[in-house]
C-alpha cells in the first residue's frame, strides 16, 4: 500500500511543476478528515485496488478503467466537459450491464489519484502558472495543515463510477471489449460524423464474443471511415486461417477449433497462409447473396466489374486491391487505378461489416478469440 506522501506528491505533484514550485511538493498535503468519516474511509480505502494494465485511453473522455472494491468492481470513465444527454447515455449504455452509479468519495479519489497518476490529472484549467500556484501557495503560510481533500478533488478532471456486480461480464471481461462497449454506445467517444448505424454494427459484431475487441475499439473511434475500414479488414484478417482449417478438418477429421488448429501448425510446422489467396477463399464460404450486395454494385470502386458475371472471389480480390491502395498507396499485383471516392467509404465499411459478422456468426466456434484475460487480471488484481 502506497504511503500517504507518496499519495500527496501524486495529488499535487503537477500542480506544483505548473507553478515552477517543485519545492512545495514536500510540504503539500491534505487535511486530515474528521473523525466520523476517516475510520470509513480508511477501511474502504484498504478494500480498493487499480485493475493492472487495465487503463484505455479513449478520445476526448481521457481514459475507461476498473478498480476493484471488495466484492464489487468500480467503472470508472473520465467524463470532462460531458454534457447532460452524453452522461446519460454513458449511464444507459452500462446500465445494461447491470452497473449502477456511483460517487467519488475521499478514498477512491486517493486511489485513482496515485494509482492512475498521468492519466488521471487536475482540470486544464489549473495548469496555468498563476493559477497552479494560487491552489497551492497556502503551502507556504506558517499555520498550513494540509488541504482538504474535498477541495483539492474539485480540481481534478471529473470522472464517472459506476458499481457493478462482479458476476457481469463488464467485471471481467477484456479490457478492449469494455472500453470498446462503451465507445460503440456512447457518440461522446466518436466522432461526430461517424454513422449511427456503423456503430451499432460495431458493437453487435462486439457481441459475438469471438473477434478481437481491440479491432473494434479503434474502428469505433476511427477519425476518418478509411481507418475504419481498415480495422475491420484487420477483423477480417483474423479469419484467414479458417478456409485452410475448415478444410482440414473437413478432409482428416480433425476436432477442435479452426484458431486452435491453425495456432499448433504454426508452432509446429511454421504454417502461415497467403493473404491475397485467404480473402478469396474466405469469401467464398460467405453467403453469395450477401458478398455480391447490390450496395457495391453501384460504387464507383466497382463499376469496372461486370456483377452478372464475377464470382464470390473477384470481389474479395477487390476489396483486398483497396485495402493494399490504403496501406501500400498501390495494388502492386494489380496497378490497374480504381475510384476511390469520398462517398464510397461509408458504403464499403458498411459492407464490409455485414460480411464479417456474417462469418464470425456463422463460424463462430472456430474464431474463439482468447476472452479469458480479462477474467485471469481480475483474479489477480
Same mark, same amino acid.
Not at 54 to 80: N, Y
Not at 125 to 130: G, Q, V
Not at 167 to 174: H, I, P, Y
Not at 279 to 297: K, P, S, T, W, Y
Given at each position: 500500500?502506497?504511503?500517504?506522501? /507518496?499519495?500527496?506528491?501524486?495529488?499535487?505533484?503537477?500542480? &506544483?511543476?505548473?507553478?515552477?514550485?517543485?519545492?512545495?511538493?514536500?510540504?503539500?498535503?491534505?487535511?486530515?478528515?474528521? $473523525?466520523?468519516?476517516?475510520?470509513?474511509?480508511?477501511?474502504?480505502?484498504?478494500?480498493?485496488?487499480? +485493475?493492472?494494465?487495465?487503463?484505455?485511453? !479513449?478520445?476526448?473522455?481521457?481514459?475507461?478503467?476498473?478498480?476493484?472494491?471488495?466484492?464489487?468492481?468500480?467503472? *470508472?470513465?473520465?467524463?470532462?466537459?460531458?454534457?447532460? %444527454? /452524453?452522461?446519460?447515455?454513458?449511464?444507459?449504455?452500462?446500465?445494461?450491464?447491470?452497473?449502477?452509479? $456511483?460517487?467519488?468519495?475521499?478514498?477512491?479519489? !486517493?486511489?485513482?489519484? =496515485?494509482?492512475?497518476?498521468?492519466?488521471?490529472?487536475?482540470?486544464?484549467?489549473?495548469?496555468?502558472?498563476?493559477?497552479?500556484?494560487?491552489?497551492?501557495?497556502?503551502?507556504?503560510?506558517?499555520?498550513?495543515?494540509? =488541504?482538504?481533500?474535498?477541495?483539492?478533488?474539485?480540481?481534478?478532471?471529473?470522472? %464517472?463510477?459506476?458499481?457493478?456486480?462482479?458476476? %457481469?461480464?463488464?467485471?471481467?471481461?477484456?479490457?478492449?471489449?469494455?472500453?470498446?462497449?462503451?465507445?460503440? *454506445? *456512447?457518440?461522446?467517444?466518436?466522432?461526430?460524423? +461517424?454513422?449511427?448505424?456503423?456503430? /451499432?454494427?460495431?458493437?453487435?459484431?462486439?457481441?459475438?464474443?469471438?473477434?478481437?475487441?481491440?479491432?473494434?475499439?479503434?474502428?469505433?473511434?476511427?477519425?476518418?471511415?478509411?481507418?475504419?475500414?481498415?480495422?475491420?479488414?484487420?477483423?477480417?484478417?483474423?479469419? #484467414?486461417?479458417?478456409?485452410?482449417?475448415?478444410?482440414?478438418?473437413?478432409?482428416?477429421? #480433425?476436432?477442435?477449433?479452426?484458431?486452435?488448429?491453425?495456432?499448433?501448425?504454426?508452432?509446429?510446422?511454421?504454417? @502461415?497462409?497467403?493473404?491475397?489467396?485467404?480473402?478469396?477463399?474466405?469469401?467464398?464460404?460467405?453467403?453469395?447473396?450477401?458478398?455480391?450486395?447490390?450496395?457495391?454494385? %453501384?460504387?464507383?470502386? +466497382?463499376?469496372?466489374?461486370? #456483377?452478372?458475371?464475377?464470382?464470390?472471389?473477384?470481389?474479395?480480390? @477487390?476489396?483486398?486491391?483497396?485495402?493494399?491502395?490504403?496501406? =501500400?498507396?498501390?495494388?502492386?499485383? $494489380?496497378?490497374?487505378?480504381?475510384?476511390?471516392?469520398? /462517398?464510397?467509404?461509408?458504403?464499403?465499411?458498411?459492407?464490409?461489416?455485414?460480411?464479417?459478422? =456474417?462469418?464470425?456468426?456463422?463460424?463462430? &466456434?472456430?474464431?474463439?478469440?482468447? +476472452?479469458?484475460?480479462?477474467? @485471469?487480471?481480475?483474479?489477480?488484481?
Amino acid at each position: 500500500m502506497p504511503q500517504m506522501k /507518496e499519495h500527496w506528491q501524486a495529488i499535487f505533484g503537477e500542480l &506544483a511543476a505548473s507553478a515552477g514550485r517543485e519545492d512545495l511538493v514536500g510540504k503539500l498535503r491534505t487535511a486530515d478528515l474528521p $473523525d466520523k468519516i476517516k475510520e470509513a474511509q480508511l477501511k474502504k480505502y484498504k478494500s480498493l485496488a487499480i +485493475f493492472p494494465d487495465d487503463l484505455v485511453e !479513449m478520445p476526448r473522455a481521457g481514459f475507461v478503467s476498473r478498480i476493484k472494491s471488495g466484492d464489487e468492481i468500480l467503472i *470508472c470513465v473520465q467524463t470532462d466537459d460531458f454534457s447532460t %444527454s /452524453e452522461l446519460q447515455e454513458l449511464e444507459n449504455s452500462l446500465a445494461a450491464y447491470g452497473a449502477n452509479s $456511483d460517487e467519488l468519495d475521499e478514498s477512491t479519489f !486517493m486511489v485513482l489519484s =496515485h494509482g492512475l497518476r498521468g492519466a488521471y490529472r487536475p482540470k486544464a484549467d489549473f495548469l496555468d502558472k498563476d493559477a497552479a500556484f494560487n491552489q497551492i501557495g497556502i503551502a507556504e503560510e506558517p499555520t498550513y495543515e494540509g =488541504h482538504e481533500i474535498s477541495d483539492v478533488m474539485q480540481l481534478f478532471e471529473d470522472v %464517472s463510477l459506476f458499481r457493478i456486480d462482479p458476476n %457481469s461480464d463488464l467485471a471481467s471481461c477484456n479490457k478492449w471489449f469494455l472500453a470498446a462497449y462503451i465507445a460503440a *454506445c *456512447c457518440s461522446a467517444f466518436r466522432t461526430k460524423s +461517424f454513422p449511427q448505424d456503423t456503430s /451499432e454494427k460495431l458493437n453487435a459484431l462486439l457481441q459475438l464474443k469471438n473477434s478481437n475487441p481491440e479491432l473494434i475499439f479503434y474502428a469505433v473511434t476511427s477519425i476518418h471511415l478509411r481507418q475504419c475500414f481498415l480495422e475491420v479488414y484487420r477483423g477480417l484478417e483474423t479469419l #484467414f486461417y479458417l478456409p485452410w482449417m475448415k478444410l482440414l478438418k473437413d478432409e482428416l477429421s #480433425f476436432t477442435g477449433s479452426g484458431r486452435s488448429l491453425a495456432s499448433t501448425l504454426r508452432k509446429s510446422i511454421g504454417w @502461415r497462409q497467403k493473404e491475397k489467396e485467404s480473402i478469396c477463399e474466405l469469401f467464398a464460404l460467405a453467403d453469395n447473396a450477401m458478398v455480391m450486395d447490390n450496395r457495391i454494385n %453501384s460504387l464507383p470502386s +466497382f463499376k469496372d466489374l461486370n #456483377f452478372d458475371e464475377v464470382n464470390n472471389q473477384a470481389i474479395a480480390r @477487390r476489396i483486398y486491391k483497396i485495402r493494399n491502395i490504403l496501406v =501500400h498507396q498501390e495494388d502492386y499485383d $494489380d496497378p490497374s487505378p480504381i475510384n476511390l471516392t469520398q /462517398e464510397c467509404w461509408p458504403v464499403l465499411v458498411d459492407y464490409l461489416l455485414d460480411v464479417t459478422v =456474417h462469418l464470425y456468426t456463422t463460424f463462430g &466456434a472456430d474464431a474463439d478469440f482468447d +476472452f479469458d484475460e480479462g477474467a @485471469r487480471r481480475a483474479e489477480n488484481a
